[in-house]
């Protein structure tokens, strides 16, 4: 089981995801995105501690960039790890999603 924690950082919602992020709880990543966009106007997923990522994975995140910015939300990916942005680069996503090395960049 991987890590989330859910943190206020400026005016961003955090959510901290580490381990593996794989099928066995890429549901509950997905659930805590959407939550954090329910409550925030602004959403940063800081991806630092992520080990490995798989399809259902990146599609949570993925559904979690569709909600944002179908309500005009700020929906940003922080500190890859190089796992995950290999995989974002081999999918071609690093181009759709807004990506930054630092939330305060």
Not at 59 to 78: D, H, I
Not at 86 to 103: P, S
């Amino acid at each position: 089981m991987g890590q989330c924690i859910t943190e206020k950082a400026g005016d961003f919602l955090v959510i901290r995801l580490g381990g593996e992020v794989d099928m066995s709880w890429s549901q509950d990543v997905r659930k805590t995105l959407l939550k954090a966009l329910d409550e925030s106007p602004r959403v940063a997923v800081n991806l630092a501690g992520v080990s490995y990522i798989d399809s259902s994975g990146i599609a949570a995140l993925v559904e979690g960039f569709q909600q944002a910015r179908g309500s005009g939300k700020s929906f940003v990916l922080t500190e890859l790890s190089d796992q995950v942005r290999a995989v974002l680069k081999l999918a071609r996503l690093d181009k759709v999603f807004t990506i930054r090395d630092r939330l305060d960049d």
